[in-house]
């Protein structure tokens, strides 16, 4: 009896992710729960609306901040806006000691492009092996990645620094790209993903057909686990956009900074020297950030699989 | 799914070839016996295990050789030798020297205690206010909740740079539109004053984690099977009751999780105190932080063994500490 009741239920649970059953099955949810009314909804209602004021409010200060010019910046209320000049701000942004801005945010897509291809090959190729085949040392590949979760990032950063100045690596852009390959977490994903997305009988029909193993995984599982795939690609772009400490140390020459160690040097020098460089921090965090905020809106899906998968980790 | 794949793997890899759970008639018409099918299944099986060398070889080079280095290096010192920079240097075995050291190390260790204190004020603030918005999101109309998420999620999506610059710049007293906010109150905050600075830190914390840790718990509670509200309902419970004693035992689990990956995260703060020390160098000193110290040590002073030893002892630290409070949370478990 519990049964029948429970299983329409997880049903629903699982398919969570198709806008349409979950458009349903919320309206069905709220039409059962007893939500909060009269009083106590303006309540929820307005500490809502704080509190998305609070999330969204210096966001909106940096949109505002990056159409004002120079000198408006400093004079005019921070909130609003005023004479739009956000045109001349990105070409001085762009323009600035010879488009360096640019040279910064083409250095990023190339870190964090190359390096979440190779990643997700790598962890799709792992995760894909791990699933689905029994040999020995699978369990010792486990548990080393399962325990490396458990290294924090701090203890990598100076013995990483010996090692890839002993490998020639330092101060080279494959210090940014090839580390970042190696992710176990996301080897973990795939295997996670791979278990479910990949039946073994058609890996025995596709044997019967005479395919080789690795002819499978390259023409059925990359493409059965396109999911995973984007998912790892996603979160690990996004982190290497974001990175900051590792270019910090393995990085020398300017011109092979990212963008976000780039601002960060114009935000030490802005403060300490006489030129003002604030109004490019701004108009260049706002660039930088664009891209961020429409990926993961646009491939929300993606990610917050991958959160989940983790969470439940 | 996935149970079912192991099942027929493990019964494919028995010696004694049974009729296949897949219903394919490899075993029993094979005519070689079954050293031959043995064989071939180890063969395949291990092209599928070369399928992670790649990782094995990229994860040996990047992960474990390092973390072997640091163990290494942690216990020899370096020493220039043939004084006026001359000559080469002298590597020597010194033991525990270095963590000794490390262990009485006045800076390092008021370096830990802030952000003990720091995380001990910021992480459950952070998890009470994420859990109340999650419960909050939970009781608002659905339609409305979506909308609300995105905006809360906005913080989320804003790399951890730009966040704190942004943050920077509200406080700041020149361009910022919080100094004269305040100001229309009569009160005069200066956000970077030694006093203010780690309430400043903690805001842009709370601000940064807030949406994302909010998700999770939400999450967590839409999959709180629904039938036991309607069942609490009706034993008479208040939405209130509700919240406190279906809701928020349903999201333990979550709750763990996200303090411990926000524990563990600021006891290696660095990003967001280096970038306040560019605007004020003489509240944010060099060692403020012990990730800032094994930085400084590393890459300024150049003692690369001593930092190394460091980064050993707050690894150990993260590591106690998480053991701790993972022991903590769940022991409370009714």
């Not at chain 1, 996004?238 to 960060?264: D, R």
């Not at chain 1, 930088?288 to 980790?313: D, E």
């Amino acid at each position: 009896m519990s049964d029948t009741t429970l299983a329409p239920d997880a049903a629903a649970d699982g398919t969570t992710r198709l806008p349409v059953r979950r458009r349903r099955r919320r309206t069905e949810e709220y039409s059962s729960v007893a939500e909060a009314r009269g009083s106590s909804r303006w309540v929820v209602l307005g500490v809502l609306v704080a509190l998305t004021l609070y999330a969204v409010g210096p966001l909106w200060w940096l949109v505002v901040a990056a159409t004002k010019s120079r000198r408006e910046l400093y004079t005019t209320n921070g909130l609003w806006f005023s004479e739009f000049n956000l045109w001349e701000n990105l070409a001085t942004l762009f323009t600035y000691q010879d488009g360096i801005f640019g040279r910064w945010l083409w250095n990023t897509v190339v870190y964090a492009g190359l390096g979440s291809l190779g990643l997700t090959l790598v962890a799709l190729a792992a995760g894909y092996g791990i699933a689905k085949y029994r040999y020995r040392g699978r369990g010792l590949t486990m548990g080393l990645i399962i325990g490396s979760f458990l290294i924090p990032g701090s203890l990598m950063i100076v013995p990483s620094f010996i090692l890839f100045v002993q490998l020639g690596l330092y101060d080279t852009m494959w210090a940014m790209i090839l580390p970042g390959m190696f992710g176990s977490f996301s080897v973990y994903l795939a295997k996670v993903y791979a278990e479910g997305a990949m039946p073994s009988e058609l890996m025995e029909a596709a044997r019967i057909d005479g395919a080789g193993e690795y002819r499978i995984f390259f023409s059925m599982g990359l493409r059965l686990m396109s999911t995973a795939g984007a998912t790892i690609f996603l979160l690990h772009f996004v982190a290497s956009w974001n990175t900051f400490m590792w270019p910090l140390v393995f990085l020398k020459g300017v011109e092979k900074w990212p963008v976000m160690l780039g601002m960060y040097s114009w935000l030490q020098r802005g403060i300490d020297s006489t030129v003002d460089l604030t109004s490019l921090v701004v108009t260049g965090s706002l660039v930088s950030t664009i891209p961020m905020v429409v990926l993961m809106i646009a491939m929300q899906r993606y990610w917050r699989s991958g959160v989940t998968i983790g969470s439940l980790k | 799914m996935s149970v079912n794949t192991q099942e027929d793997r493990a019964a494919a890899r028995e010696p004694v070839p049974g009729p296949p759970p897949g219903g394919r008639p490899r075993g029993g018409s094979s005519p070689r016996g079954r050293t031959p099918i043995w064989n071939w299944r180890t063969a395949q099986n291990a092209k599928g295990a070369s399928l992670s060398f790649p990782f094995l070889a990229g994860f040996t080079l990047f992960v474990i050789v390092p973390v072997a280095m640091a163990l290494r290096e942690s216990v020899y010192t370096t020493r220039s030798t043939g004084g006026l920079g001359f000559g080469g240097e002298t590597v020597s075995f010194a033991g525990l020297d270095n963590f000794a050291d490390g262990f009485v190390d006045g800076s390092f260790w008021s370096g830990m205690f802030r952000v003990f204190l720091y995380a001990l004020i910021v992480v459950p603030l952070t998890q009470v206010l994420s859990l109340a918005l999650a419960l909050l999101l939970d009781a608002a109309r659905r339609r409305a909740a979506a909308r609300f998420r995105v905006a809360l999620l906005l913080p989320y999506m804003v790399p951890g740079i730009v966040a704190t610059m942004v943050w920077i710049y509200q406080y700041s007293p020149v361009v910022g539109p919080l100094t004269p906010f305040f100001a229309f109150f009569g009160l005069d905050v200066n956000f970077f004053s030694s006093s203010m600075v780690w309430v400043s830190m903690g805001n842009l914390a709370v601000w940064s984690a807030l949406g994302f840790t909010m998700l999770i718990l939400y999450g967590a509670l839409q999959s709180v099977p629904h039938e036991i509200f309607e069942a609490a309902r009706l034993d008479g419970a208040s939405e209130l009751r509700i919240a406190w004693s279906i809701k928020v035992p349903f999201v333990r689990g979550s709750l763990v999780l996200t303090s411990l990956l926000s524990i563990i995260g600021t006891l290696q703060l660095f990003d967001q105190p280096l970038l306040f020390r560019a605007v004020t160098p003489e509240t944010i000193t060099r060692d403020f932080t012990p990730a800032m110290m094994i930085y400084d040590q590393a890459f300024q002073v150049g003692n690369l063994n001593y930092a190394t030893a460091l980064s050993v002892i707050l690894a150990l630290v993260v590591g106690v500490a998480s053991a701790i409070i993972y022991r903590f949370i769940n022991r409370e478990e009714p």
